[in-house]
């Protein structure tokens, strides 16, 4: 992930953990978890995109590390979490949203925190409100970026041909991976080549779904992160958990997370949405404010989905200022 050298000024100073931990989840997983900022300030979770993007140093920036105590985690089989998505013998079966949510309530209580802000950008939007309407008593605030639900719209729209209206070279690309034949239902037919336990049929695969997906999150090229995201093991599991997930449309019922954001309605809340997100669309955001009128939705002008394009950057961390109590 591209680190935020041109976000100086915008996040808070780089710090380092003061405790880092693995937590025996259950099917053989350990999840990674790391504690900075103050010990004994506000609590707040930031959940992480793809799935299976993991985390970064650079994340804890959005926080101000005097009033927050700061909690990180990598989300089952990426990151610094075990086993790893890139292993052949890792089984995705344990991994779902469900598993996701248990997780941050077992984290939540191994850490003796009893109310905590969760904060979450992308697929880390969708774990959060599923998190929220699932334990809406632990969360103080929400705070979302780029919002992303898992609908079927929304998939077809990025997996199936809708946003090659704007980046037609990039798709083509993507496509090139898939025989014509079966190139009208994508995510399943990547889902066989990614799962494929033969390296030469899942590792190229994996980086051309990555590499899709890297090259249109700003709005200007950002050659660097499409690097960093797609090197073989990175690649392999943000690929494979990312269509796990999408193949099983996250578990939900079709447009669960809007339908049940009546839940949310006595939780402080902010949405941020950059204009030109190619991959989650500002419509979606739009549904959930309209859902949810208490959150107030920040639309980024000059922004897509990234958190590390400057706009989206600075309101995040408007937001988290906010509420730092």
């Given at each position: 992930m591209r680190g935020p050298e041109h976000l100086e000024g915008i996040l808070y100073p780089a710090i380092e953990p003061?405790?880092?931990?693995?937590?025996?989840?259950?099917?053989?997983?350990?999840?990674?978890?790391?504690?900075?900022?103050?010990?004994?300030?506000?609590?707040v979770v930031f959940l992480h995109g793809g799935p299976g993007g993991g985390t970064a140093p650079w994340h804890r920036r959005f926080f101000d590390?005097?009033?927050?105590?700061?909690?990180?985690?990598?989300?089952?089989?990426?990151?610094?979490?075990?086993?790893?998505?890139?292993?052949?013998?890792a089984d995705p079966r344990h991994n779902t949203t469900w598993h996701l949510v248990a997780d941050l309530e077992l984290l939540r209580k191994n850490l003796g925190i009893e109310t905590w802000q969760v904060f979450g950008g992308s697929w880390?939007?969708?774990?959060?409100?599923?998190?929220?309407?699932?334990?809406?008593?632990?969360?103080?605030?929400?705070?979302?970026?780029?919002?992303?639900?898992?609908?079927?719209?929304e998939l077809e729209w990025f997996y199936e041909g809708g946003a090659s209206a704007i980046f037609p070279d990039l798709w083509e690309d993507f496509l090139g991976q898939i025989p014509v034949l079966e190139r009208s239902r994508m995510i399943e037919a990547y889902h066989r080549r990614l799962f494929d336990p033969d390296p030469a049929v899942h590792v190229p695969a994996a980086q051309a779904w990555t590499r899709w997906e890297a090259s249109t999150l700003t709005l200007f090229p950002d050659p660097g992160l499409v690097d960093s995201m797609t090197t073989p093991a990175e690649a392999t599991a943000f690929a494979r958990i990312e269509n796990h997930y999408f193949v099983n449309e996250?578990?939900?019922?079709?447009?669960?997370?809007?339908?049940?954001?009546?839940?949310?309605?006595?939780i402080p809340g902010v949405i941020v949405q950059g204009r030109f997100d190619v991959c989650t669309p500002a419509m979606t955001a739009w549904d959930l404010h309209r859902a949810w009128p208490e959150a107030e939705l920040v639309i980024v002008p000059d922004a897509s989905h990234s958190a590390s394009e400057p706009g989206i950057a600075r309101a995040l961390r408007e937001a988290t200022d906010r509420f730092a109590g």
């Open positions: 003061y405790e880092t931990g693995m937590l025996l989840v259950g099917d053989g997983n350990r999840v990674y978890w790391e504690q900075s900022g103050n010990p004994d300030g506000k609590p590390p005097e009033r927050y105590r700061i909690v990180l985690l990598d989300q089952r089989g990426c990151g610094r979490s075990t086993p790893h998505a890139s292993d052949p013998a880390g939007s969708a774990l959060a409100l599923a998190y929220a309407q699932t334990h809406p008593d632990a969360v103080t605030e929400l705070v979302l970026r780029g919002i992303f639900t898992l609908r079927r719209h996250g578990w939900f019922r079709e447009g669960q997370l809007i339908e049940d954001a009546g839940v949310l309605r006595g």
